[in-house]
Structure formats: structure tokens, C-alpha cells
């Protein structure tokens, strides 16, 4: 990416250095929690520009290796020289510990895993606050048998000598254990201890101060030309079209592709609310039938897929030429999507980023070459939290800011087989009878995901005098945290009685409801 356009940016407070822990994304998280911007970085990031951004502290992150492993990811060891705080994480302790001289083995015991709790041997700025025998996270084969030149033992656990080091004076620390990770008892304090007392970081990473420093970027990039957004009713792309539409009003067209596979009202309320109430422009493309047309005769979950994404590219390229042209895409690229990224395609005249890939949730696999819009994606520093933040401060309403993720391919791959419309009415009928009783009994915002899906096979029911032979509806609510783990929500039964009922009754073509109690793994969330 070009200097010019990295210099806009703001730098981040605290750098995260990722020696390829789980966690790194986490580490990154927590720290924004307390108002201090902070991002991840490869371990390999050179000092000079280490000393450009000239972060106020720096973070090692925990590992899969062992120090002494060959081809164990290191760090210029330059950077424990620069006198800037530093804090390592289990393999960032460890490393900083062998690079100044101390030593590190196997630990006896095979190291130390989950909880632990610390016994803390001597005051420090990293453990103030902390309570002695607090539990903390831990995860390590490795242990520190002695420790380099100046620096103190500070906690201790029942298997692991140094559970915590420091050395106050070049305001080096590092702990054995996961500050970042929930189940840490005091880990959001030594977080705190660490960007605010030791780094001397504000929290000024704020809402408020995101926008001022924005808004003016956008106008900047942007200037006169024309931008175009696919919004697809989700928080992302809701926020962006927000966000946009403050910076550059009218030059920012949002288009709307109604494959047919919405949820009940969905497309009506988002034009209502976008268009006629907040007057911002959204080209509605009705391709209902199109879409289904394309789907005839399609049982395969990934051909479906498939077939759902390409035609979703030539949607919007007919209608982008039709409205167009416009120079650049809006995309609701989030941090995490950034992290998981690596290769990026960048233009190298301007060090913007290309459009090679929409991303899925607009059901795009993938742009054709040709399309060279440029990339307008000011949301790709935040994290989900923050983007809920972001349209929440911007006047987005809690139906879109809390929605429940929703896949998008939509209800085509909550149709089990062949789509049809009768199958999407009924599947969308029934949705509609989850999602209202869900929210009736105040469970909506502790829920993940709850929704229905159809199962292409019938069975026998009997209603009244009559025999019925109709579809079944899964019923499937998860808790999660982020999609990637999931288990199946305890829904009170009067609840699960209440759904069933209302569905059989209400809709049709349905005479039985069963409740999914897989949890992911091994089960995904969705059934396809
Ligand atoms: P699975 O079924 O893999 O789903 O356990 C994990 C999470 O991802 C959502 N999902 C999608 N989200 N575009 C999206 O933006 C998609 O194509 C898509 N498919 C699944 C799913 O709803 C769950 O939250």
C-alpha cells in the first residue's frame, strides 16, 4: 500500500505481534475494549517500521512452537532495545525471554493447561489490582528455567515457576498465561494495567472519533466519483451505506438484489426504512424469479451455492453498467476479513485495494477480472462490535443493528433439495413464527442464530379427522460467540411448545416440528 495513503491512517497505540496464536485476534479485541486502537501485525514487521508507527506499547502474542524449534518464528530483537513497553503472552514471554539471555525447556510435568490459579510474589504496575489465587488461562508445554539479567518473578502457579515476569525499569514484561482469553479472572485488569499505566495509552479510540477521522478520509478518496454498494439488509453493509451516505450523500448509490430468498418483510422494510425514511438511494432489483429459475431441478448445497453467486455477479453487472458507471465499490470488509486475508490485490499506482472478491455474505464468489471498480472500505479496521457501535451511533435501528446473522444465499440453502416457491412461502412463514415468539419470550438478543429450516421429505400427520402427509421445519437456535463453535440453545419447553404449535397450525403445509440438538462441532449451524 502506498505511504500516501497509510499516512492517513490512523497509526495504532498498541501493536500486536502474531507468532500464529489463536488468539492473536482476540488480544487485538480486548484492548480495543478499553478505548486503546491497537492491530496485528506479522511478527516479521521490520524495526524501521516499528519506528514509523511508533506505537506507545507492543504485544508478542502466544504460539504453537517452541523457542528452540528450528524455524521457530522469531522478532528483530532490536525491538526490546527501542524502549518501547512490551508485554509477551506465553511464546512472546518466552521469546522475549531467550533472545535477553534467560532459558527456556519443556516443562517436566507437560506443561500446564486451562485453569490455574496465581500466586502473585511481588508488587507490580502489571499486577496491580490483581487478586491473589485469581484463575487464570493457561496453555503451555514450555517453562522459564532462569530468567535474563534484571528481571523479577512476579507470579507463580502450582507447575509454573514464572507464571508472570517483569522488569520494571525497561518496562519489559510478559505472563505465562492468557490475559485475553474470558475465563482469565483478572485479565481485563493486567490488560488495562499493561495500555494504560505501563504504555500510557488514552482511550481515544472512540465511536465518536472513528467518524471525525472518517468521514474526511472517505470524502478524500472518493472526491467526486460515484460509489456503489450492494446492501444486503445486514449490520455491515447497513452501517456502510450510513456511513457513506454521511460523507458523500447522493454521489453514493446502494443497490438492493431481491433474489427471492429474503426473510418475510425483509426487502419491504428495507426499503422503507433506507429509501423513504433516511432518503437514502436504493436501487431495488427485483430478480425473484430469475434467481428460482436458475435453481430448477438444483439439489447439491454447493451447486446451489454456486449458481446463487454467479448469477448474483451478472445481476450486478448488468444493473451496475445500467446505473452506472461508478468508480468505485463500497465493501463491509471487517478486521477479521482483513487478518484472514493476507493476499490483498493492491493497485500499486495508488495503493488502493482492487475488487477481486465480494465478500460472501453478499453471495459473490468472486468479481470477473474486469470489473476494476477501486475499493471503498472504511469498516475494514473495526470489528463486529464496533461496527454494531458504529450504526448504532449513526441512528440504525436494533432490528438491523441486533439482527441475527443470516447467510446469504438466505432461505435457499435453509430449503433442504430443490427451492420452490411453495417451499420458500411456507419456510418463509414458519422463520417468521420462530423469529416472533423467540423475540416475544425476550430470548432474541441472547440467541445467536434461531430459525427454521424445511426438510424436502414428508411424513404422516393426522389433523382434525384427516390424514396429513406435509413437510417437516427444523427448529434451530444456537449460542455462540463468533459462528465458529456453537451449541444448541436450552429453549424453555412452553417456548418449544409454543413454536410448534403455531407452526402446524398457521402454516399449512407443514404437520411437524423437531428440534436440532447438535452442537458445532460436529454439526454446522446451518443444515444446507
Ligand atoms: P455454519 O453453517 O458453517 O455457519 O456453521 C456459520 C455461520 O456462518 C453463517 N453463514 C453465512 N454467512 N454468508 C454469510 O455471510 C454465507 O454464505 C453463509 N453461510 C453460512 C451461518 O448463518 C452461521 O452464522
Not at 430469475?290 to 448474483?312: A, C, M, N
Amino acid at each position: 500500500m502506498s505511504q500516501n495513503l497509510l499516512k492517513k491512517e490512523r497509526d495504532p497505540s498498541i501493536l500486536i505481534l502474531d507468532f500464529g496464536s489463536q488468539y492473536s485476534e482476540l488480544i487485538a479485541r480486548r484492548i480495543r475494549e478499553t478505548n486503546v486502537f491497537s492491530l496485528v501485525v506479522s511478527n516479521l514487521i521490520g524495526i524501521q517500521d516499528i519506528q514509523d508507527i511508533n506505537p506507545q506499547g507492543i504485544v508478542l502474542s502466544g504460539g504453537p512452537n517452541s523457542v528452540y524449534e528450528e524455524n521457530a518464528p522469531t522478532c528483530d530483537e532490536q525491538i526490546f532495545r527501542l524502549g518501547i513497553p512490551i508485554l509477551g503472552i506465553c511464546y512472546g514471554m518466552q521469546l522475549m525471554v531467550k533472545e535477553l539471555g534467560g532459558t527456556v525447556t519443556r516443562a517436566k510435568n507437560k506443561g500446564e493447561y486451562g485453569r490455574a490459579p496465581i500466586t502473585i510474589d511481588s508488587q507490580s504496575d502489571l499486577l496491580s489490582e490483581v487478586k491473589d489465587q485469581s484463575i487464570m488461562w493457561m496453555s503451555h508445554g514450555d517453562s522459564i528455567v532462569k530468567l535474563p539479567h534484571g528481571f523479577l518473578k512476579i507470579a507463580h502457579t502450582e507447575n509454573t515457576l514464572h507464571a508472570a515476569i517483569s522488569h520494571q525499569e525497561k518496562k519489559l514484561f510478559g505472563v505465562q498465561f492468557h490475559p485475553e482469553v474470558i475465563h482469565s479472572e483478572f485479565g481485563m485488569t493486567i490488560i488495562k494495567n499493561f495500555v494504560y499505566s505501563i504504555a500510557n495509552c488514552n482511550p481515544d479510540w472512540t465511536t465518536e472519533k472513528f467518524l471525525e477521522e472518517a468521514i474526511p478520509r472517505i470524502r478524500d478518496q472518493v472526491g467526486s466519483k460515484k460509489v456503489l454498494l450492494a446492501l444486503s439488509g445486514g449490520v455491515d453493509s447497513s452501517t456502510l451505506a450510513f456511513l457513506l451516505y454521511k460523507a458523500i450523500g447522493n454521489k453514493l448509490t446502494c443497490m438492493f438484489i431481491d433474489q427471492g430468498f429474503m426473510r418475510k418483510g425483509e426487502p419491504e422494510f428495507l426499503m422503507k426504512f433506507f429509501d423513504k425514511k433516511f432518503h437514502i438511494k436504493v436501487e431495488y432489483i427485483n430478480a425473484r424469479e430469475r434467481f428460482l429459475s436458475k435453481l430448477k431441478g438444483v439439489t447439491d448445497p454447493e451447486l446451489k451455492r454456486k449458481i446463487i453467486g454467479g448469477e448474483f455477479i451478472k445481476v450486478f453487472e448488468e444493473e451496475s453498467n445500467r446505473l452506472g458507471p461508478f468508480q468505485y465499490l463500497a465493501q463491509g470488509t471487517l478486521y477479521p476479513d482483513v487478518i484472514e486475508s493476507a493476499g490483498t490485490n493492491i493497485d500499486p499506482n495508488t495503493g488502493e485495494r482492487i475488487a477481486v472478491k465480494i465478500k460472501s455474505h453478499h453471495n459473490v464468489g468472486g468479481l470477473p477480472k474486469d470489473l476494476q471498480f477501486k475499493l471503498v472500505e472504511p469498516l475494514r479496521k473495526l470489528f463486529k462490535d464496533e461496527v454494531r457501535e458504529l450504526g448504532k451511533n449513526l441512528g440504525l435501528p436494533d432490528e438491523i443493528i441486533k439482527r441475527h446473522p443470516f447467510p446469504g444465499p438466505g432461505l435457499a440453502i435453509r430449503i433442504l433439495g430443490e427451492v420452490s416457491l411453495e417451499k420458500l412461502n411456507c419456510l418463509r412463514d414458519a422463520d417468521w413464527i420462530v423469529r416472533d415468539e423467540i423475540k416475544k419470550a425476550g430470548l432474541y438478543n441472547d440467541i445467536w442464530q434461531a430459525f427454521a429450516v424445511l426438510l424436502p421429505v414428508k411424513t404422516v400427520g393426522v389433523m382434525g379427522d384427516k390424514r396429513t402427509y406435509s413437510w417437516p421445519i427444523v427448529l434451530r437456535c444456537v449460542s455462540s460467540e463468533d459462528g465458529m463453535t456453537a451449541d444448541w440453545s436450552r429453549i424453555p419447553y412452553e417456548i418449544l411448545e409454543r413454536i410448534s404449535n403455531r407452526i402446524v397450525n398457521e402454516v399449512t403445509e407443514v404437520n411437524r416440528v423437531v428440534f436440532d440438538i447438535t452442537s458445532k462441532p460436529p454439526g454446522t449451524i446451518e443444515w444446507e
